[in-house]
């Protein structure tokens, strides 16, 4: 029975792992040869083309910046929100507290397209359409992250607080030197899907960014991938061509998630999360 479990646990690994490495395989393969190697685990035929295509842009590396800049800045300032947010909801009592949080919680069940039109117009008023700025301001708002932090704070000892408060301590100063360090693992899920959500949320990107310099890596990469087509036809593989720009874009996922994993998720206690 013992081997019977490993054997199923190395299968399902199997299953798991077998697309990345395909993308990975695929990404280095000659024209048609993305599909054509499966007889053979290690192809022959391996070339550095196709990753010299994506990254040719001359703009690859303002990209990186772009979106090393928006993924920062967008969870600093998502992180400025929904923490006060949270505290708020989880500490005070004020009018229409219960409609507003579940207002702001009914967000979540509605697409994200649904409210692009809104946001274009919130960009618009704010004078930052196409710029920067454009590329994460306007998708600041996360629900989610609110409703995080008000289960956490509402389960804290009020006498910690009290404590504090009778110390001196402001309420801006208790969330900083508190209630921050005490919900680090609730920081590090909010920053983690922050992160991610910045760093591939193409459909807004794609709008707001317009001119070529502000793309972010994801939104140029696409530009490039498409370039290249037009530009060589029949003489470039763009199935190839995408598992390269897929391998590139895989690597920035896959370090935001282990680097949250190690500094927060470890011993992430959050209850119905987890379960």
């Keep these: 029975m013992k081997y019977a479990r490993y054997a199923l646990i190395i299968l399902i690994t199997l299953i798991a792992i077998w697309p990345v490495y395909w993308l990975i395989m695929g990404s280095f393969q000659d024209f048609g040869g993305v599909f054509t190697f499966a007889s053979t685990i290690f192809p022959s035929n391996m070339h550095l083309r196709n990753y010299e ?10 990209w990186i910046w772009n979106s ?45 397209s649904a409210f692009l039109i809104g946001k274009l117009l919130m960009a618009r008023r704010l004078g930052i359409t196409n710029t920067w700025w454009a590329g994460f301001v306007p998708v600041l708002f996360y629900p989610v992250g609110i409703f995080f932090f008000r289960n956490f704070v509402e389960d804290l000892p009020q006498e910690i607080l009290d404590s504090a408060r009778i110390d001196g301590a402001g309420e801006l100063r208790i969330l900083s030197r508190i209630i921050l360090p005490l919900c680090k693992q609730v920081v590090g899920v909010v920053l983690l899907f ?9 459909l807004w990107q794609s709008i707001v960014l317009q001119r070529i310099e502000l793309k972010t890596l994801l939104v140029g990469m696409v530009i490039q991938m498409q370039s290249i087509a037009l530009l060589f036809g029949q003489d470039v593989d763009p199935v190839g061509l995408r598992m390269a720009a897929g391998v590139i874009l895989l690597i920035p996922n ?22």
């Design 53 to 62: 295509g994506v990254l040719s842009s001359e703009y690859t590396l303002r």
């Design 254 to 275: 896959l370090a935001i998630f282990i680097f949250f994993n190690k500094k927060f998720i470890k011993d992430l206690k959050l209850g119905g999360l987890t379960k």
């Design 194 to 202: 922050t992160a991610l959500a910045a760093f591939n949320n193409y």
């Design 68 to 112: 090393a800049r928006t993924i920062v800045l967008q969870c600093v300032l998502t992180l400025a929100i929904v923490a006060p947010a949270g505290m708020a909801f989880g500490l005070y009592e004020f009018k229409f507290k219960k409609v507003i949080f579940w207002s702001f919680i009914v967000v979540i069940m509605v697409p994200g």
